[in-house]
């Protein structure tokens, strides 16, 4: 089986930098993907890791060791707007279905 | 215009009673995958299917059934042998064979 873990909630604040982790245990494991949702929104896909390293995009930026079973999403520069949960998932073995954490709530205040 | 819609947004109904959500893409994408959230958790998914005519249970599949007659459509209906219906339903599609998964809005779904 799969294990997600990952902060129920955190709170930082505007213009703050915040960094949520993930750890995973998984077999086989492909990739690990962070989505954005707004409460009663549907999940937006913010990045697809693979190999080792950060990747930037603008304010967001998405790191993965994949030997320590570990990833963090950085947001800097935070708005009021980066208010939202934040879904961690890894896809592994034959299938192209990710196994979804539990979400970090973050909450961010002026 | 292109993308996926579920509708509708909210649903209510009354314990005991069967009812379908709507899914529908016009993507191409071949799979589509239904997903249930619960506050504080992640998704779990419920069904998927990779090819029009085919699909497979998830993790969570007691209580629902699927049907994928057409491609663009993979309505969800959620039987009155579900106990704890009452939730957030995200449908998705993708490419056959990729990890891409494009949302719907959602169905909030109340079952009093």
Redesign the interface.
Known sequence: GQN?DQP?EMTATEGAIVQINCTYQTSGF??L?WYQQHA??????LS?NVLDGLEEKGRFSSFLSRSKGYSYLLLKELQMKDSASY?C?A?SGGS???T????T?LIVHP | DGGITQSPKYLFRKEGQNVTLSCEQNLNHD?M?WYRQDP??????IY?SQIVNDFQK?DIAEGYSVSREKKESFPLTVTSAQKNPTA?Y?CAT?PE?????Y????T?LTVT
Not at chain 2, 103 to 106: D, R, S, Y
């Open positions: 997600i129920t492909n990739g993907f009663g929104e549907a999940p937006t896909f697809y879904l998932a896809v192209y279905i990710p979804f954490g539990r979400g709530s | 799979a995958y504080g958790q992640g998704l779990r998914l998927y998830g957030f995200l993708g064979n990729s990890y891409e998964q949302f719907g809005p959602g909030r």
